[in-house]
């Protein structure tokens, strides 16, 4: 996630999309986890003059990981279940597609759980020895029932108790088209529309869906871009 800086009243496009730019001049986008090389930040002044920001992105290593021992059908789906999961995943693709104005994302990101990390972002997966994609979030293991806090405020946009690979599944989302997802969840203590503040509790740790153990998976977009939570969390703390 990167915050930048703009005289207010500029206009600015990265990615093919015109950023929100707030009274004071913030604007936010995301960089994915296969962005390489140079990226550009076009800013229009308000008296017109023109500007671009370049941004060098260093690549990073991504370790295989093999997870063993998750259900079979979560790996393979018959043709009716690979259905319900793309219908499932639309669902939570299209709220991400908010750009609300609220700032939530400016607030310094708080751990949902604490907890041993069990699962990095952006590792490539070998689910049962089948290549699947890359890990999308942060896995923290903790015990079943264990309250999940809101990192930063936000609005709640997606909550569902059984989802076939991600469980109880819930997106809040921090404006600007950044938003957190929540996995795999016991309970969800929330319902779309309700606005949290920063470390409330929003759910409880749990195994549903594709998981081999308790464990909260905490991913981050940037519209439909997965972004890495725990540098969210060093950048901001
Ligand atoms: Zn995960």
Redesign the pocket.
């Known amino acids: 996630m990167v915050v930048g800086k703009v005289e207010p009243g500029s206009e600015v496009r990265y990615a093919g999309r015109s950023l929100r730019v707030t009274s004071y001049g913030t604007v936010v986008f995301g960089v994915g986890r296969d962005a390489e090389g140079t990226l550009t930040v076009d800013v229009r002044h308000a008296d017109g003059s023109k500007e671009q920001s370049r941004i060098a992105v260093t690549a990073r290593d991504w370790p295989i990981e093999r997870v063993d021992g998750v259900p079979p059908a979560t790996v393979d789906p018959p043709p009716a279940i690979a259905e319900r999961i793309r219908r499932e995943q639309a669902r939570v693709a299209a709220v991400r597609d908010r750009d609300d104005a609220r700032t939530d994302f400016t607030q310094a990101f708080q751990r949902p759980v604490e907890g041993r990390t069990s699962?990095r972002f952006g590792r490539q997966r070998i689910y049962n020895g089948k290549p699947g994609t890359p890990?999308s979030?942060w896995?923290i293991a903790a015990a079943t029932g264990t309250p999940v806090r809101a990192p930063a405020a936000g609005v709640v946009t997606f909550a569902d108790p059984d989802l076939y690979l991600t469980g109880g599944t819930l997106v809040l989302d921090h404006g600007h088209g950044i938003s957190s997802n929540f996995?795999h969840l016991s309970r969800i203590d929330v319902k779309v529309g309700d606005r949290v503040e920063q470390g409330a509790t929003i759910a409880a740790v749990g195994a549903t869906g594709r998981a081999t153990g308790p464990h909260l998976?905490w991913g981050m977009n940037w519209f439909d871009v997965r972004i890495d939570p725990q540098l969210v969390l060093e950048r901001t703390r």
Request: no cysteine; net charge negative.
């Open positions: 699962g890990h979030g896995d996995l998976h």
